[in-house]
């Protein structure tokens, strides 16, 4: 089984940052999928970021230019920084693994932008 953790979310000015981390537990298999998802409230979860099986990067595109994924695998450890952070950008943001056809999400962690 594998869990997946995140940290990192909370209130922020609209221009702010944030880095969110997620670490995973468990058994984790090399190549894997990881990355992070979001859902506002009354809206479907989207992605945000990702890193494939491959070892690429791929972002939607509201978020290329102020979003920058990163990993350690030796810590089982995606990040996400979040720069230039918008009202729009408020959400619970998921962490996301895929490893030999296993799908494992995070509990969330909430980021809201307001002044």
């Known amino acids: 089984q594998v869990q997946l953790v995140e940290s990192g979310g909370g209130l922020v000015q609209p221009g702010g940052s944030l880095r969110l981390s997620c670490v995973a537990s468990g058994i984790i298999f090399l190549p894997n999928a990881m990355g992070w998802y979001r859902q506002a409230p009354g809206k479907q979860r989207e992605l945000v970021a990702t890193?494939?099986?491959?070892?690429?990067?791929n972002y939607a595109d509201s978020m290329k230019g102020r979003f920058t994924i990163s990993r350690d695998n030796a810590k089982n450890t995606v990040y996400l920084q979040m720069n230039s952070l918008k009202p729009e950008d408020t959400a619970v943001y998921y962490c996301n693994l895929v490893q030999r056809g296993s799908v494992s999400w995070g509990r969330g962690t909430q980021v809201t932008v307001s002044s």
């Open positions: 890193f494939t099986g491959a070892g690429n990067t």
